[in-house]
């Protein structure tokens, strides 16, 4: 490493007997000596350049991690909203707010029309019971160990049941006969056959609603959908017709289940074919986009995690400004030392530059492995695909070395300020 000769050193020197003007070669700082003197610089206390380079490896990491699980969280979801989502519509009665005079807004063959569209699996149209104030669902006539529980009183036809995917513990699901007969059977859910105290179907066991006996035919364990279901009574619709009456108002909904991609066509279908009189007073709603839906999804988890990796980034290019802050303080007498030997300003800014940017991408490298072990650790823990974007490893070094070089141009500069006088006087 040779550094040029001070101008007042040059002087002292004097000229030489010719009169000619010495010649002195210019200082000059190759690029392996740089490279040697920052290796150097970072070895020399391993433990303070760890500690220095851990705020670089927590961004980085952070980075990586971020993007990573964003990624694989928007592949499950897409998965997900496919297979149950993607396939619901649910068309709502909304004949008593177009007009006043109205009567209900399915027809009574609502199940049998909507049937007839391409695409429809299932297809059901159900409501709650609006029950009288003292009315409630025992277990026994008159009162009973449970006493009078306040339990929704379901009204569903065969299909809105079919529709809603259940899973049933014990017994069975009604069906078209028992509606068409308007037999008095109910159907509990798991949850309130547990409030009930019914745990078998063996004594033909029966709850009252109000003062109505039905006859428990079964007890559903879970469903795919309208998880309501679960803590109610449901009973047929045409049987709730005749004991309690049609409903008033608003609240009657049909949920149609359909094959993959006919969500979309079977909802614009669905108001003309159940009513081709009047269409307005039902309104269907489609399951939403699913491409709109990631999207969103997907922008709304980078937003917010991209802003904590920022923050964490932050704190780390702090760190590093920090601590070189420190060593160019703690070095004084060492650049005091080679500025009287000759070295300029620029390159005493140029090794810290390098030192600080060797902890950045040290730490960019540490912490990108490390974000991408985390991804495949918590993919394999909840059983996902781990999806991390190639771009994302290549640049999560580089934006360590960026962070270190940042981080490092304030303590550069000041150590390119010191005086060699003032420095070795220290």
């Given at each position: 490493m040779r550094f040029r000769l001070p101008a007042r050193l040059r002087r002292r020197a004097g000229r030489p007997a010719g009169g000619a003007r010495p010649h002195v070669e210019p200082s000059r700082f190759a690029p392996r000596d740089v490279f040697g003197e920052s290796l150097a610089g970072v070895l020399q206390r391993p433990a303070r350049s760890a500690l220095t380079a851990l705020g670089t490896v927590l961004g980085v990491g952070t980075f990586v991690t971020v993007l990573g699980l964003t990624v694989t969280t928007s592949s499950q979801i897409d998965g997900r909203f496919n297979l149950l989502t993607a396939t619901e519509v649910s068309v709502e009665?909304?004949?008593?707010?177009?007009?006043?005079?109205?009567?209900?807004?399915?027809?009574?063959?609502?199940?049998?029309?909507?049937?007839?569209?391409?695409?429809?699996?299932?297809?059901?149209?159900?409501?709650?019971?609006?029950?009288?104030?003292?009315?409630?669902?025992?277990?026994?006539?008159?009162?009973?160990?449970?006493?009078?529980?306040?339990?929704?009183?379901?009204?569903?036809?065969?299909?809105?049941?079919l529709a809603a995917g259940p899973r049933m513990s014990a017994g069975r699901l009604y069906d078209e006969y028992h509606s068409g007969t308007r037999q008095r059977v109910a159907l509990l859910g798991a949850s309130t056959a547990a409030r009930l105290g019914i745990t078998t179907l063996d004594t033909q066991p029966a709850v009252f609603i109000g003062d109505e006996p039905f006859t428990v035919i079964g007890i559903i364990e879970d469903v795919e959908r309208k998880a309501d279901l679960l803590l109610s009574?449901?009973?047929?619709?045409?049987?709730?017709?005749?004991?309690?009456?049609?409903?008033?108002?608003?609240?009657?909904?049909?949920?149609?289940?359909?094959?993959?991609?006919?969500?979309?066509?079977?909802?614009?279908?669905?108001?003309?074919?159940?009513?081709?009189?009047?269409?307005?007073?039902?309104?269907?709603?489609?399951?939403?986009?699913?491409?709109?839906?990631?999207?969103?999804?997907?922008?709304?988890?980078?937003?917010?995690?991209?802003?904590?990796?920022?923050?964490?980034?932050?704190?780390?290019?702090?760190?590093?400004?920090?601590?070189?802050?420190?060593?160019?303080?703690?070095?004084?007498?060492?650049?005091?030392?080679?500025?009287?030997?000759?070295?300029?300003?620029?390159?005493?800014?140029?090794q810290f530059l390098v030192e600080s940017g060797a902890?950045?991408?040290?730490?960019?490298?540490?912490?990108?492995?490390?974000?991408?072990?985390?991804?495949?650790?918590?993919?394999?823990?909840?059983?996902?695909?781990?999806?991390?974007?190639?771009?994302?490893?290549?640049?999560?070094?580089?934006?360590?070395?960026?962070?270190?070089?940042?981080?490092?141009?304030?303590?550069?500069?000041?150590?390119?300020?010191?005086?060699?006088?003032?420095?070795l006087r220290r």
């Open positions: 009665d909304i004949a008593s707010s177009q007009n006043e005079f109205a009567g209900p807004g399915f027809p009574t063959d609502a199940d049998a029309r909507i049937g007839r569209l391409g695409g429809v699996r299932h297809a059901g149209v159900y409501f709650t019971v609006q029950l009288d104030g003292s009315a409630g669902v025992r277990a026994a006539p008159v009162g009973g160990s449970g006493g009078s529980e306040r339990i929704d009183v379901v009204a569903a036809s065969p299909g809105a049941l009574v449901v009973v047929p619709r045409t049987t709730a017709e005749e004991v309690w009456g049609t409903p008033k108002g608003t609240g009657t909904t049909m949920l149609i289940s359909t094959a993959p991609g006919a969500a979309q066509q079977v909802a614009r279908l669905a108001p003309t074919a159940l009513r081709p009189d009047h269409p307005e007073y039902l309104r269907a709603v489609p399951p939403p986009d699913p491409k709109t839906l990631r999207s969103g999804v997907t922008s709304d988890l980078e937003q917010l995690f991209l802003v904590l990796a920022g923050i964490c980034l932050v704190i780390g290019a702090v760190g590093i400004a920090n601590t070189t802050l420190v060593a160019v303080l703690e070095r004084t007498g060492e650049i005091g030392l080679r500025r009287a030997l000759g070295a300029r300003g620029r390159h005493i800014t140029v902890l950045g991408s040290l730490g960019g490298l540490v912490g990108t492995s490390l974000g991408t072990a985390t991804v495949v650790a918590v993919a394999l823990v909840r059983d996902w695909t781990p999806v991390i974007h190639p771009a994302t490893v290549a640049a999560a070094p580089l934006l360590g070395l960026v962070t270190g070089v940042l981080a490092g141009l304030y303590p550069a500069w000041r150590a390119s300020r010191i005086e060699p006088a003032e420095a």
